[in-house]
């Protein structure tokens, strides 16, 4: 079992490094990239979300957001937004803190449901 849960967490770091190489390139405009690593990201985030160990992770969850928001934009898709609200949700619900450090002026705006 400690074999298949090491695993899960690699997809979960996978996931984490191919959200970071969609991001470098989508900065330098190179949507093929992007999308390509964006595709790579998604495929490890579902697995690790999935996963009975790490799917109440926190990190998890986050990046399931951002990933999903991503691919929001090169697909304009609802259930891709409504997979990324949900993932944010369950991240604010697993991690607090966290979210209350972050800059929200910096990002814009502050969802309504981070107030509840």
């Given at each position: ?69 991503g691919l929001h ?14 993932a944010y949700k ?27």
């Amino acid at each position: 079992m400690t074999g298949f849960t090491f695993s899960q967490k690699m997809n979960e770091t996978q996931a984490v490094m191919d959200f970071k190489k969609y991001a470098k390139a989508a900065a330098t405009g190179n949507m093929e990239d992007a999308k390509s690593a964006l595709d790579h990201a998604k495929s490890a985030v579902d697995a690790a979300a999935e996963h009975p160990d790490t799917k109440e992770n926190s990190k998890t969850n986050f990046y399931k957001g951002e990933i999903y928001m991503g691919l929001h934009s090169f697909t304009r898709s609802k259930n891709d937004f409504k997979t990324a609200l949900e993932a944010y949700k369950k991240f604010y619900i697993l991690d607090k803190v966290k979210v209350k450090k972050l800059d929200w002026k910096k990002l814009n705006n502050k969802p309504e449901w981070i107030n509840k």
